[in-house]
């Protein structure tokens, strides 16, 4: 029996160019593009994702996808995202199902096995809704949890904590976003035990059809200067 596959739309393509840190001599840093087209087989869509990335794998795709739902009913959701990554000839596979405001999540990959479960879930608390994510990275015996809650009309809070179950240790961040008007955003996350803080400001207002981040990396060891040891990236995106 052959299988029909037919092409039934284009989806958004995207492309972006970054720099390497302004206040080292500017120059070309890495250019990624990636490209969707969503597919048919018979009575199933997916939708078929390539990207590229210079600084990974010049010469040829970095990585081909497929993302699709296996289910998709009033009661039940079951998405798969299936990548191969050609530089780092890897095979990956996540499972999502869906249900009643809680998803569960599974992440597998050739070279590590089972590498990640996971559960998404919303809950009110007082007068917040807060976004919950709790899981577990297989292979790197570490417990990870998530926390996003919005912070009036215009910011959210989040924040990460990883426990590594072997060496008893814990890492976290903590990041806040804010809109400061309507296609200008800032968004500024702290890491407390890499003594880093990073800054991210997002304008889609400067330059029509097109998405300009400036990023600044900038270390609070105590050792040097702040502005000293920032270190400022900048970064052009497009869609077609």
Do not use: C
Request: proline letters at 1%.
């Amino acid at each position: 029996m052959a299988l029909a596959v037919a092409a039934i739309s284009a989806l958004a393509n995207s492309a972006e160019i970054s720099s390497s840190d302004l206040r080292h001599g500017a120059a070309f840093d890495n250019i990624k593009a990636t490209w969707n087209q969503a597919l048919k087989f018979g009575s199933k869509e997916t939708n078929l994702k390539a990207d590229y990335d210079y600084g990974a794998n010049r010469d040829f795709l970095k990585s081909v996808s497929f993302q699709g739902d296996i289910v998709d009913s009033d009661d039940v959701r079951v998405s798969y995202d299936v990548s191969r990554d050609f530089a780092a000839s890897n095979t990956n596979v996540k499972l999502s199902a869906a249900s009643h405001g809680t998803t569960l999540g599974a992440e597998y990959d050739r070279s590590d096995g089972l590498k990640e479960v996971s559960l998404d879930r919303d809950v009110d608390i007082a007068d917040q809704t807060v976004s919950v994510q709790p899981s577990w990275l297989v292979s790197a015996n570490t417990a990870r949890i998530k926390l996003m809650s919005k912070l009036g009309s215009e910011g959210k809070i989040s924040a990460q904590v990883d426990y590594d179950t072997s060496n008893k240790d814990a890492t976290y961040e903590v990041g806040y976003d804010h809109q400061l008007e309507d296609g200008r955003d800032l968004s500024v996350t702290a890491k407390p035990k890499a003594r880093e803080v990073e800054v991210d400001y997002v304008d889609n207002k400067f330059e029509s059809g097109a998405t300009w981040t400036a990023s600044a990396s900038m270390p609070f060891s105590g050792e040097s200067n702040l502005l000293d040891a920032a270190k400022v990236t900048l970064k052009r995106s497009w869609k077609w």
